[in-house]
C-alpha cells in the first residue's frame, strides 16, 4: 500500500531518529535527559514501601544493597527493576563523583563516564544486581569515586 505522506513522514524522521530517540534527545537537552532518568520511578515505589528513601546519595545505594529481593519473585517486574536500579546507581554517580556525568552514545543505552574518561554500564550492573545481588550498588559507587 502506497501512502505517500508517510513517506514525506518516514524522510523526514530518519535521519534524526538513526541514531535513537535517546540519543538525539541527549544532543538536544542532556540536564533535561538526566533529569528523566533520574526519575526510577518503579524501583522508588517499590522501596518506599520497605522504608528505603532514595535520596540520591551513597548511603541510600547501601540500604537498597540491604533489601530482601522480593523482586525476583515477579519474573516480568525483574527487568525493570534492575533497569531503574542501574539508573538510580547512575544518578547516585553522576550527583555525588566529581566530573562524573551521563552520556548517551548513538544506537546505546545511558552509561556514565567519569573524569577519567572510564565508562560505567549503570544499567547492565543494575540488572545484574537485580538479578543475583552481584556486584553491589554501592560497591559500584566506591569503585567509580575512585577514580
Known amino acids: 500500500m ?4 508517510l513517506d514525506h513522514w ?3 524522521h530518519e535521519t534524526e531518529d538513526s541514531d535513537g530517540p535517546l540519543a538525539a534527545a541527549f544532543d538536544r537537552d542532556p540536564e533535561g535527559v538526566g533529569e528523566l532518568l533520574s526519575e526510577c520511578e ?11 528513601v532514595l535520596d540520591d546519595s551513597p548511603r541510600s545505594l547501601q540500604e537498597l544493597d540491604q533489601l530482601p529481593p522480593r523482586w525476583r519473585d ?7 527493576i534492575g533497569n531503574d ?14 566530573g562524573a556525568r551521563w552520556q548517551v ?6 552509561v556514565v563516564r567519569l573524569a ?3 565508562e560505567i554500564q549503570v544499567v547492565e ?3 545484574d544486581w537485580a538479578m543475583t545481588g552481584a556486584p553491589e550498588l554501592y560497591q559500584v559507587y566506591a569503585e567509580a569515586a575512585e577514580y
Not at 74 to 80: K, R, S
Request: aromatic fraction near 8%.
Open 10 to 12: 518516514r524522510k523526514r
Open 85 to 98: 536500579a542501574g539508573l538510580y546507581l547512575g544518578t547516585v554517580i553522576v550527583r555525588n563523583v566529581p
Open 125 to 127: 550492573a543494575g540488572l
Open 42 to 52: 518503579l524501583l522508588r515505589a517499590r522501596v518506599e514501601e520497605s522504608g528505603v
Open 74 to 80: 515477579d519474573p516480568e517486574e525483574l527487568p525493570w
Open 116 to 118: 577519567s574518561g572510564r
Open 105 to 110: 552514545w548513538p544506537g546505546g543505552g545511558p
Open 2 to 5: 502506497n501512502i505517500p505522506f
